[in-house]
């Protein structure tokens, strides 16, 4: 399925793999790399909701906000009676998934900006003059405007050795009510990701004290394109609106891992 659509945004594919048990390490990494995905999402039933880990081609994720929605979604779907929402609990956080008529919102995480003059020098290292710096799990290099952002060219091989940080995020306010990103993380397989949901974590808390719309639009400017709708719903958490295109990439695995 296809997560974070819109008119202009075709989304992020995900796979999602319903287990009855957790599988070792290696065979949902495996499963993982044969799907094909940019992220695939395993989940097992629990009392209090569903038990969810993420793998990427190369690596298991700690936190994966379009596999997160790919996963509500199926389980949406899967379901005869309608609940109001589903719970998804990982060892990196709770993420909870509701469903309107037309789209999903998702509550993740807020998570708090460190600033660092020491962080300075990753403009130096990126080529670029940005006009903020900060660090979450990510680090966030915060440029002048939505061309910059659309027009950056990113070198893999300085990213790469960038090891502090899960990835690496690039923005820019765009207009009176929102921001574009872009989302690079060669750590774990993706040097570009196409939209993702984790990224708000640390751009929602940053842009929403600076703009002042309550609900603000978000572009992700990857060739295929991502949008969001988020605002920040508490000190700790944020919520993410946004609209998914169910596809057939679910498969079911029974407790022989066949």
């Known amino acids: 399925m296809n997560v974070f659509t819109g008119s202009k945004a075709n989304g992020n594919p995900a796979a999602v793999v319903i287990l009855d048990i957790w599988l070792p390490v290696e ?3 495996q499963l993982s790399k044969e799907l094909g995905e940019p992220v695939t999402s395993f989940i097992v039933k629990v009392n ?18 379009h596999g997160s929605l790919a996963a509500a979604a199926t389980i949406f779907e899967m ?16 993420v909870t998934v509701t469903k309107s008529s037309d789209a999903f919102t998702m509550t993740m995480p807020s998570w708090k900006a460190l600033h660092d003059p020491e962080l300075s020098k990753y403009g130096d290292l990126l080529g670029v003059q940005p006009i903020d710096v900060f660090s979450t799990r990510d680090l ?10 659309r027009q950056f060219e990113p070198n893999f091989d300085k990213i790469s050795t960038v090891k502090d940080f899960h990835a690496i995020i690039v923005t820019a306010q765009n207009g009176d009510n929102g921001y574009v990103l872009r989302y690079f993380a060669p750590s774990i397989g993706i040097n570009e990701d196409i939209a993702t949901g984790s990224a708000q974590c640390s751009l929602v808390p940053y ?11 978000v572009t992700q400017l990857s060739l295929q394109g991502g949008y969001f709708q988020v605002k920040q ?26």
């Open 79 to 94: 379901m005869s009676d309608h609940v109001p929402d589903i719970t998804l609990v990982s060892k990196h956080g709770t």
């Open 207 to 217: 842009w929403s004290a600076r703009l002042s719309p309550r609900v603000l639009e």
């Open 48 to 65: 209090q909701g569903y038990e969810i880990r993420w793998f990427a081609d190369e690596v298991e994720i700690n936190l994966c906000g």
């Open 27 to 29: 065979t949902l990494q």
């Open 233 to 258: 719903a508490s000190v700790d958490s944020i919520e993410l609106t946004a609209n998914v295109r169910l596809q057939e990439t679910v498969k079911f695995i029974k407790k022989d891992g066949k």
């Open 140 to 149: 966030v290099i915060v440029l002048e405007n939505k061309e910059q952002v």
